[in-house]
């Protein structure tokens, strides 16, 4: 069973540039969430999509959007990049909304260097 | 504001020794706690859980302890292993309402030969 997959893994981009990053989740898995890890603030929560719907969203300014696709599979776009964007972003999927007994696996991330 | 906190940032632990990890959380309304692990350059990996109405939960080497009263967790790891060398993270979420985890901000391990 393949696990979750995310690309591309490493990126760099200019200041005032977009990205969009993408998370394949497990397959049947319907929640997906992302965070981003930065050092010494460990892992912070962006958004929760589950069945196509934003169901949380985290403390981040509307720069970082997302949404969900009816495969589950998941995308975040960042506009108008900052240096302090640079962070692994993690996506984490999860059968049903990540809490209960719904363990949340995650992928490699990818690694955001923004210059 | 950081409603979950591992303020030991690293430990060093000799193999075959007890590692002890601690975390401490400010809400109140957490409701159910998890352990996950992370090596470098992969995403962190489930450990262990515990909900707030137990006080215990073990899994083989494993074991995280609840305080509610004291808002603290701690995972023991008995014996450590080389391969336990990670960076732990603490996280703690609310069921029914904002099911989302807040993690803290992780604490480095690293088991001695």
């Known amino acids: 069973k393949a696990g979750v997959t995310q690309t591309p893994r490493y990126l760099i981009k200019t200041r005032g540039q977009q990205v969009t990053l993408s998370c394949s989740p497990i397959?049947?898995?319907?929640?997906v969430s992302w965070y981003q890890q930065t050092p010494g603030q460990g892992l912070q929560f962006l958004f929760e999509?589950?069945?196509?719907?934003?169901?949380n969203k985290g403390n981040f300014p509307g720069r970082f959007s997302g949404r969900q696709f009816s495969n589950s599979r998941s995308e975040m776009n960042v506009s108008t990049l900052e240096l302090g964007d640079s962070a692994l972003y993690l996506c984490?999927?999860?059968?049903?909304?990540?809490?209960?007994?719904?363990?949340?696996?995650f992928g490699q991330g990818t690694r955001l260097t923004v210059v | 504001d950081q409603q979950v906190k591992q303020n030991s940032p690293s430990l060093s632990v000799q193999e075959g020794r007890i590692s002890i990890l601690n975390c401490d959380y400010t809400?109140?309304?957490?409701?159910?706690f998890l352990w996950y692990k992370k090596y470098p350059a992969e995403g962190p990996t489930f450990l262990i859980s515990?909900?707030?109405?137990?006080d215990k939960n073990e899994d083989g080497r494993f074991t995280v302890f609840l305080n509610k009263s004291a808002k603290h967790l701690s995972l023991h790891i008995v014996p450590s292993q080389p391969g336990d060398s990670a960076v732990y993270f603490c996280?703690?979420?609310?069921?029914?309402?904002?099911?989302?985890?807040?993690f803290g901000t992780g604490t480095r391990l690293q088991v001695t030969l």
């Open positions: 984490a999927s999860s059968l049903g909304p990540t809490g209960g007994n719904t363990e949340a696996f």
């Open positions: 397959s049947g898995h319907r929640s």
């Open positions: 999509y589950f069945s196509e719907t934003q169901r």
């Open positions: 809400n109140s309304m957490f409701d159910y």
């Open positions: 515990i909900s707030s109405i137990k």
């Open positions: 996280a703690a979420y609310l069921t029914g309402t904002a099911s989302k985890l807040t």
